[in-house]
C-alpha cells in the first residue's frame, strides 16, 4: 500500500557529504513519522533520526552536528544530509515511515529497501 523509494546513496571520502532522499507513494495514506535508520554488517538496526508530521526532531548522539533531517509533507518526502561523514558511518541505511492506510485505526511501519553508504578513503 505504502512504498518507499530511497536514492543518494554511495562511496565518499571521509569528511565528503551524501543527501538521502526516501519519497513515499501510494493511495489513500497518510504518514505521521519518517525517519532513517541504520544497519552495520554485524550490528543491530539503530535509529539515526525521527522527524514527526508537526516537524519535532528526533536524532542520535552519534551524528548531531553532521546530519540533518527534513521533510517535505507535500511531496510525502524525508531527506538526510550528512555532512562530515566517517567511516563508522557506513551502514545500509532505511528509510521508515509509519503510515495508515484509509483512515483505518492502525499504523503501520513500511520500511525503504536500504541504500548502501560507504565512507572510506
Known amino acids: 500500500q505504502v512504498q518507499l523509494v530511497e536514492s543518494g546513496g554511495g562511496l565518499v571520502q571521509p569528511g565528503g557529504s551524501l543527501k538521502l532522499s526516501c519519497a513515499a507513494s501510494?493511495?489513500?495514506?497518510?504518514?505521521?513519522?519518517m525517519g532513517w535508520y541504520r544497519q552495520a554488517p554485524e550490528q543491530q538496526r539503530e535509529l539515526v533520526a525521527l522527524i514527526r508530521s508537526g516537524g519535532s526532531i528526533t536524532i542520535a548522539d552519534s551524528v548531531k552536528g553532521r546530519f540533518t533531517i527534513s521533510r517535505d509533507n507535500d511531496k510525502n518526502t524525508v531527506y538526510l544530509q550528512m555532512n562530515s561523514l566517517k567511516p563508522e558511518d557506513t551502514a545500509v541505511y532505511y528509510c521508515?515511515?509509519?503510515?495508515?492506510?484509509?483512515?483505518?485505526?492502525?499504523?503501520?511501519?513500511?520500511w525503504g529497501q536500504g541504500t548502501q553508504v560507504t565512507v572510506s578513503s
Open positions: 501510494g493511495n489513500s495514506f497518510s504518514i505521521s513519522v
Open positions: 521508515k515511515a509509519v503510515a495508515q492506510i484509509a483512515n483505518t485505526s492502525p499504523f503501520f511501519n513500511y
